[in-house]
């Protein structure tokens, strides 16, 4: 059933931020403060594993079937917080196609507080209104020429909204605590972590275009997610294999700074000390001027085929 055996912790992933979702919601009101609190924060960090799954699952569907792609779709629909179908038009199409230009939705150049830590912080707020944009013109393009895609789309939508809505009239004290909080989480996670990996790099060289986390425990825990130049090379590569083809195609050409071995130690000195918003060179960020974004005409017979539709394309 799966098309790489490798997910199997993929399943796992998502199984446990279902236990820790609805363990606590439903036992919210039996609960020390201080569990809830060590809870809570296990469950956001589950639900970003889910972001970061439904990253994968975009670019490189898990199962053989289409059935049960649709269907674990769903699924991820309701850890990861937002639809799946829906990740595609910001990130496969914007995104990966026009990396740091002003058709990419989630370009790092939209934020430009002198203080770093605040660019990171408000980087969701302030690509969010890009980013639904983005979908809603998406849908309204290829809802007639992808039906089938519009349909998994619609049929996310609705379960996503009417399962939140049945879990806030049951308890909205355990929602907002153990569902919203941890999706919100997620959503801040899948796109903050953007910034992270592109600013300060330069988007026309070919190897020096993304920073790269390299440190194990967080590719454990992440999926690999840290290996960002090579997953844009191959956005379809699976992220199993991206380890080793970044040891081979990226790390012995691309500059040293952008291998980061440890995610902590880059954050503190990126965000906190010194904080200082410079380029991989070391070199104060440059900030082009910022003006409205180029609609990046999502027709479906422009996008190449080497990205990724998700179970629907």
Not at 133 to 162: C, H, I, S
Request: glycine share 6%; hydrophobic share 45%.
């Amino acid at each position: 059933m799966l098309r790489n055996r490798a997910d199997i912790r993929t399943l796992g992933a998502v199984a446990v931020y279902f236990a820790l979702a609805f363990g606590g919601y439903f036992t919210l009101h039996r609960q020390p403060w201080w569990l809830t609190l060590v809870w809570v924060a296990a469950t956001m960090v589950s639900s970003f594993q889910t972001a970061v799954i439904t990253h994968n699952t975009i670019h490189t569907p898990v199962f053989t079937t289409r059935w049960m792609n649709r269907a674990f779709q769903l699924v991820l629909t309701l850890a990861y917080g937002h639809p799946v179908s829906a990740f595609v038009a910001g990130h496969n199409y914007s995104h990966h196609l026009h990396p740091q230009t002003r058709m990419d939705a989630i370009r790092t150049t939209k934020a430009r507080f002198q203080w770093n830590l605040l660019n990171q912080l408000f980087f969701v707020l302030l690509v969010a209104p890009s980013v639904t944009k983005g979908q809603k013109e998406y849908v309204a393009a290829v809802k007639d020429a992808k039906p089938r895609w519009y349909a998994q789309y619609r049929l996310e939508t609705w379960v996503f909204n009417l399962s939140q809505l049945a879990l806030l009239i049951y308890d909205w004290r355990a929602f907002l605590v153990f569902i919203l909080v941890p999706h919100l989480f997620a959503v801040w996670g899948i796109l903050g972590i953007n910034f992270v990996q592109h600013d300060g790099c330069d988007p026309d060289h070919p190897y020096n275009h993304s920073r790269n986390l390299t440190g194990p425990w967080m590719n454990w825990l992440f999926f690999n997610n840290g290996y960002h130049a090579m997953h844009h090379e191959i956005a379809g590569m699976h992220w199993s294999e991206l380890p080793a083809a970044h040891a081979e195609r990226i790390a012995p050409f691309n500059h040293d700074n952008l291998d980061q071995p440890n995610f902590i130690a880059y954050c503190w000195r990126a965000y906190i000390w010194p904080g200082k918003r410079v380029d991989y060179l070391g070199n104060p960020v440059i900030l082009p001027e910022e003006g409205p974004d180029e609609r990046w005409a999502p027709q479906p017979e422009a996008i190449p085929a080497s990205v990724s539709f998700g179970a629907e394309g």
